[in-house]
């Protein structure tokens, strides 16, 4: 998952980047509202994490902003305000959760993994596919008692299409997600490729191949 930490506070922002860069998120930090703004635009975030109070901007446009994405990123108000009446605007504008200040980092990981199976109607951490189980929590993948071994990018790009199953991804949004930002000119290389193939073979000993759909031209599509 690639999240937008929007914080001032520089130690804040340094602990939110260090424990979720540790659980395997990929972390982009902006200290103004500003240097949030132009990320935003370029960049296709799942996560924001939105701190209220920036010096240069009023978070709710930044808010606002964010809502107008065609991707819909899940929005987290993280601030020290603590009016009821910010709670009830920012929730209006479309934020997935609120958490004053100060808040303990284990509860945001659990809110934001809440946020992403709300998001796509899973009911548990532990998804299946064709027999495997995808554990998002313990980042295992089993097949009955045997684990299967897979690398962090080939378990990454696996939970995101699973999570987007039955859907069209493209190479470039597959490789945005894996690498996060990247030259525009080196978005069709065949990193994706390379890691789809690893995946089909590592996977095809247990399940059928045709749980994944290549897409001519444009990318892949998880069947389940």
Not at 30 to 36: F, K, L, Q
Not at 138 to 156: G, H
Request: proline share 2%; charged share 30%; net charge negative.
């Amino acid at each position: 998952m690639h999240v937008l930490i929007v914080e001032d506070e520089k130690s804040l922002a340094s602990e939110l980047e260090h424990f979720l860069t540790k659980e395997h998120y990929r972390c982009d930090v902006a200290s103004t509202g500003n240097e949030a703004s132009e990320k935003i635009a370029v960049n296709r975030y799942d996560f924001i994490l939105l701190d209220l109070g920036l010096p240069d901007y009023n978070g709710l446009d930044l808010l606002r902003e964010a809502k107008e994405l065609e991707h819909q990123p899940a929005i987290i108000i993280l601030t020290a305000r603590g009016a009821v009446e910010d709670r009830i605007e920012g929730l209006s504008l479309g934020a997935d959760d609120y958490l004053p200040k100060p808040f303990s980092l284990l509860e945001l990981q659990v809110r934001m993994q809440a946020i992403m199976r709300r998001k796509f109607n899973v009911k548990s951490s532990v998804l299946n596919l064709h027999g495997l189980e995808i554990d998002s929590s313990a980042r295992r993948v089993n097949f009955k008692d045997t684990e299967v071994s897979l690398t962090k990018k080939e378990f990454d790009l696996l939970h995101y299409l699973l999570l987007h199953k039955n859907r069209i991804l493209t190479r470039l949004q597959l490789t945005e997600h894996i690498w996060g930002n990247i030259l525009e000119d080196d978005y069709d290389s065949n990193y994706i490729d390379v890691h789809i193939k690893n995946l089909r073979k590592k996977l095809g000993a247990y399940i059928p191949s045709d749980w994944l759909e290549t897409v001519r031209g444009v990318g892949y599509r998880l069947t389940a």
